[in-house]
């Protein structure tokens, strides 16, 4: 049994030693498509020049990007200026447009559990003073029902390849769902806020994990915030010093579309 056990682990080895090698022999092919690229882990020009970094100028409390220069004069969104959220700051390393879905969806739906890092490098680079500040990396729960479905959490692996990055502790059980909520897509700013409302919950020792500490919260996509506000809540609740939110993703606020 013993030798079966130990052959079976062999040939696994084998078979990733080998795929190892296959990578190191095929030509090295872009993330979000299939032209070659010169090195492992990149994206080609022009997938590259289809991302759209955010950049200031941008909400300096809740990260919504700005779409034009005369907009940050406020310093603060239309939705920032009628009740700041309870997290600190949230950061994100791109706009969440057709360029950043070709990344993001495959990684969401698609297997593509090999994006973490290359996403992870970006919010890193987004987030920097916020990852600096961090004590405590959690990422945003997933459905109990969709995580099922798709087998990884891709949330939690933001998460990890950000504590790779930072050498920050994770906690990727910290948040748990404390109830269902329907999908929040064709919901608006306010209904959302609504429906996540008391969602979350700090697990049982997760509070004496964070009492006095700073939280970074990730997710893959924000959008209207509401999650991440329903999520600081909890984390405030239970003890925590500050949340600060990284995201790889954001969706433009509508508001601020024009004018
Ligand atoms: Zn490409
Ligand atoms: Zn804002």
Redesign the pocket.
Known sequence: MAAGQALRRLSGGVRRASLGLLDALLPPR?L??E?EVQTQGA??P??FAGLTPITAPYCERCGVPFAHAGQGEAALCPGCRRGLPCFLSARAAFRYDAGAKRLILPFKHGDRTDLALPLARQMARAGAPLLARAEVIAPVPAHGRRLLRRRYDQAALLARALGTLSGRPVLPDLLRRARRTPPLADKGAAERAATVDGAFAVSPRGGAAIAGRRVLLVDDVMTSGATAEACSRALLEAGAEAVEVLAAARVPDPRLRDG
């Open positions: 872009c979000a498509c032209s994206l080609c022009a997938c």
